[in-house]
């Protein structure tokens, strides 16, 4: 909790940290995401819309990368838990050992029919050795898991 001084209590001033925290100034949600300069990422089934979300992503990030590129990153967005533990091995046996896969989905508000959730996600990824780090909103519909390979398997 922000504290105020006794000075700004009594005046009603809100400071000046209060005005990062009430703005929700937050990191971009590519750095959330972990995309680093001349990284090579592979987007699989992402929304039209996605690349705009990632605003002052460094120009030297390439997002169209394939998986014979073998990317540093991969984010995948389904709406469907069917053939999700098929894709993630071929995602694992793609990154590098400290590469990472996000797996996104329509959250349960949006109103998008989906038979997804983060359990979902993590049925399918830890018999695969995949963990799950990480949890990030991308946008008023999609939702992200971050998984990476066990720390004992890498």
């Not at 006794?6 to 990191?27: D, F, I, Q």
């Not at 030297?60 to 709406?79: A, N």
């Not at 038979?115 to 946008?139: E, F, T, W, Y």
């Amino acid at each position: 909790m922000l504290r105020r001084s006794g000075a700004e209590a009594a005046s009603g001033a809100a400071g000046p940290r209060a005005g990062c925290l009430r703005t929700g100034m937050s990191k971009a949600l590519w750095r959330k995401l972990g995309y680093r300069r001349g990284m090579v990422a592979c987007l699989d089934e992402a929304p039209e819309h996605y690349r705009a979300l990632l605003r002052g992503l460094p120009q030297d990030v390439r997002l169209d990368g394939t998986l014979d590129d073998r990317p540093k990153l991969i984010h995948h967005f389904t709406t469907e838990a069917e053939g999700l533990r098929a894709r993630l091995a071929v995602f694992k046996d793609v990154i590098p050992k400290t590469g990472a896969i996000w797996i996104s989905w329509p959250k349960k508000a949006s109103g998008v029919p989906t038979d997804m959730s983060g359990d979902a996600v993590r049925a399918a990824a830890l018999p695969l050795g995949l963990v799950d780090v990480k949890v990030c909103r991308i946008d008023e519909t999609w939702t992200a898991l971050k998984l990476v390979i066990r720390k004992e398997d890498r």
